[in-house]
């Protein structure tokens, strides 16, 4: 399985934009990159997944350069409670088992 | 509509007492994932399910947990003769489809177990 590489922590302001890059550099071909939320007191949630290039959707952005060695996890103006752990995950393709790490913590300041 | 539901949500228990999990996955959903979690850590899978079957227990610690699904929708986490080592945070998560890698997990609040 590739293993992932995030920092431990970042700092923002609201309504800054805050990107928070993944290393993965052994990925591989059917491999899937996947993000999730998870706030103090509650189960990972589901916030985007790439293969390759950029995936938008209401929440994030995710940029996935061509040798999909690393992930960009794009979150545009944020507010305090976008205050969370993000992780970021390679999942091979048809497998089951996804690993988490431990995350990037964020923290939103007023 | 119901997410996924764990029971209890806190449970104290002295060391060498059996404890049960219970997680109630999304109607529908045909895989149900086990998971640990220590504080300041992320989920760490245990076993994974697809319908009644199990798939993968490889990520159980020792002999003392076992899980079952044995209708293909609850599910039940056991730990026998449990230990200090052994509070934490457990999670379930769902999820529609037999594979990870393009399915989205829904997980459950947790059970937070600790072992006097």
């Known amino acids: 399985l590739a293993k992932t590489t995030q920092p431990i922590s970042m700092d923002s302001y609201e309504g800054q934009e805050v990107n928070i890059t993944c290393s993965h550099n052994?990925?591989?071909?059917?491999?899937?990159i996947t993000w999730y939320q998870q706030f103090p007191s509650q189960g990972p949630r589901f916030i985007i997944q790439g293969y390759k290039t950029k995936v938008t959707n209401e929440v994030a952005s995710l940029f996935i350069p061509a040798d999909r060695k690393s992930s960009t996890l794009s979150l545009p103006r944020v507010s305090l409670s976008d205050t969370a752990v993000y992780y970021c995950l390679v999942v091979r393709g048809g497998s089951y088992i996804p690993t988490f790490g431990r995350g990037t913590s964020l923290i939103v300041h007023p | 509509g119901a997410g996924v539901s764990q029971s209890p949500r806190y449970k104290v228990t002295k060391r060498g007492q059996d404890v049960a999990l219970r997680c109630d996955p999304i109607s529908g959903h045909v895989s149900l994932y086990w998971y640990r979690q220590a504080l300041g850590q992320g989920p760490e899978f245990l076993t994974y399910?697809?319908?009644?079957?199990?798939?993968?227990k490889s990520g159980l610690p020792n002999d003392r947990f076992s899980a079952e699904r044995p209708e293909g929708s609850i599910s039940t986490l056991t730990i026998q003769r449990t230990e200090q080592r052994d509070s934490a945070m457990y999670r379930c998560?769902?999820?529609?489809?037999?594979?990870?890698?393009?399915?989205?997990?829904?997980f459950g609040p947790g059970t937070r177990l600790l072992v006097l």
């Open positions: 399910f697809n319908y009644e079957a199990q798939q993968d």
């Open positions: 052994n990925i591989a071909t059917n491999d899937y």
């Open positions: 998560a769902s999820s529609v489809s037999r594979t990870a890698d393009q399915e989205t997990q829904y």
